[in-house]
């Protein structure tokens, strides 16, 4: 999860990505509904670091509520995720929080990425995501 949090800081796209199966299944809950394989993952990856440059925006990921089950070569996490967008003079621009769920196999005595899926409860009033409910 430490790769996960410096890769997004430094818009890394390849270490980001490396932390990630090469037949990784992602649900997101942005415009990309979901990506199958790396090929995939990493464009929709590269396109959303390119959108933090353009605007200049740092990104401070932080990890809450995490519960791990594992065994010898999977593992399982939910957590709360919540993304921080601060401007290069520090000024908090914005922050949202997603509910995650990451699905990981063991590889060469490292862990990777092989399903993650990113969600956010719905309003029924407005129908519209909740981006900050904790």
Do not use: Q
Not at 9 to 38: L, Q
Not at 104 to 131: A, D
């Amino acid at each position: 999860m430490e790769n996960y949090k410096n890769a997004i800081y430094k818009k890394d796209v390849e270490r980001f990505v490396s932390t990630y199966a090469s037949d990784v299944h992602v649900y997101d809950c942005w415009e990309n509904w979901e990506c199958n394989g790396i090929s995939e993952w990493r464009k929709t990856v590269k396109d959303w670091f390119a959108g933090l440059i353009e605007e200049g925006v740092l990104l401070i990921v932080d990890f809450d509520d995490s519960a791990v089950e594992k065994d010898s070569n999977l593992a399982f996490v939910h957590c709360t995720v919540t993304f921080t967008a601060y401007n290069e003079s520090g000024k908090k621009l914005r922050h949202m929080t997603n509910r995650f769920t990451f699905g990981l196999k063991k590889e060469n005595e490292s862990w990777t990425i092989t399903h993650e899926h990113s969600s956010l409860p719905i309003s029924m009033e407005t129908g519209k995501g909740i981006f900050n409910l904790k």
